[in-house]
């Protein structure tokens, strides 16, 4: 397994790219992809600069800072692999994580590639210390593909930053593709992305997008308990904006390297909140259209039903084994909010009960199948899986 990394120190470490130095962030997506040491060669000119650009890492004790190349290699076993980074890198996790993994499966021939600016300004390169500065050996290029964005490198133009910050917003939604149930892939993603953009280049923090837009939710579960086909056809309308804006906190927090337990578990309560407000805003605006007292009885039946999808979900989350990414992208897929797109079709259609009758009865529907098919999985976990 890789744990080292070995960093030319980047000329243009002190760079801030959405808050944060260019050679933290480097480092930060270097521990999130396994590295647990770092040795940084730095001419002593540099140093100074370097120093203050380590950011957390500034009293880490793993890392070490050593002036030339041959000092590096005096401390590293010439034979042991590390991660090799060279430029003013701008790169994500997934993309370390894929160099290091067709390394380590490709029976040690040492992994390279280059970066996708212009002038190829940087490299990463992935084997055994001696063979990477010594450029021998036989080498697996990787080479990105001609629409890739990442890995950058700033080679000296004023622009480059921004240039880096820009590929970076935009590589957001190719990371949660899996993820991302249909339309939110098609549409959402595309509006996301540019309003992350802007909004990691401000003090906003990704919890006060999340707070903001469930108070965006609230609203919109108010207006959709006014009867009125303009009033509920803008709660449609203004729902669908709230479900572009909730993918915002994940994004920002991703540009700004901001990810914390707290910020996931808040997105994920503020969510489901806001969903029974929505459905619970549909039904009393159904009643007061009607004025049947139906409406009132599927308050606590659908109630009931995301009960039963809460528990679902929960026991989908907790499969293990090889095929576990797989099945939990495709959970996530089918919990996503695509059905606000449905609302919009159903309150310009001036068709909201049926939408109210259909959710009443098709929580329990999606409960029993995801109870079903989590139950299949769990039948063939044993030989796949390690415990808990």
Known sequence: MIETALIAAPSRADNIIFGRPLLERLMINCERAGIRRF?????????????????????????LIVETADQAV???????????????????????????SKY?????????????????GGEISVGPVAEILRRGGIVNDISPAAAALLPFALNGRPEDRDEAELRLARELRHETAAKDAVLARLIDRKLSWRISYRLARTAITPNQVTLANTLLGFGCAWLFAIPGYWTRLAAAILFLLSVTLDGVDGELARLKMAESKFGGQLDIATDNIVHVAIFIGVFLGC?????????LYLIPLVLGGFGMCAVATWRAFHIHGDAAAKWLDAVDRWSGRDFAYLLVVFGLTNRLEWFAWGTAFGTYVFAAVLMWLTARHEGVAPSNSSPA
């Open 74 to 100: 005096r401390s590293l076993a010439p034979d042991g692999a590390v991660l090799s980074l060279s430029g003013n890198l701008v790169v994500t996790r997934p993309q370390l994580e894929q160099l290091i």
């Open 39 to 63: 040795v940084i060669v730095v001419p002593p000119e540099h140093k100074d600069d370097v120093s203050r650009s380590l950011g957390r890492f500034g009293s880490h004790r793993d890392v």
């Open 287 to 295: 009643y007061r259209a009607s004025m049947s007292s139906a409406y």
């Open 104 to 120: 380590e499966g490709g029976s040690g021939i040492v992994t390279r590639t280059v970066t996708t600016d212009h002038d190829r």
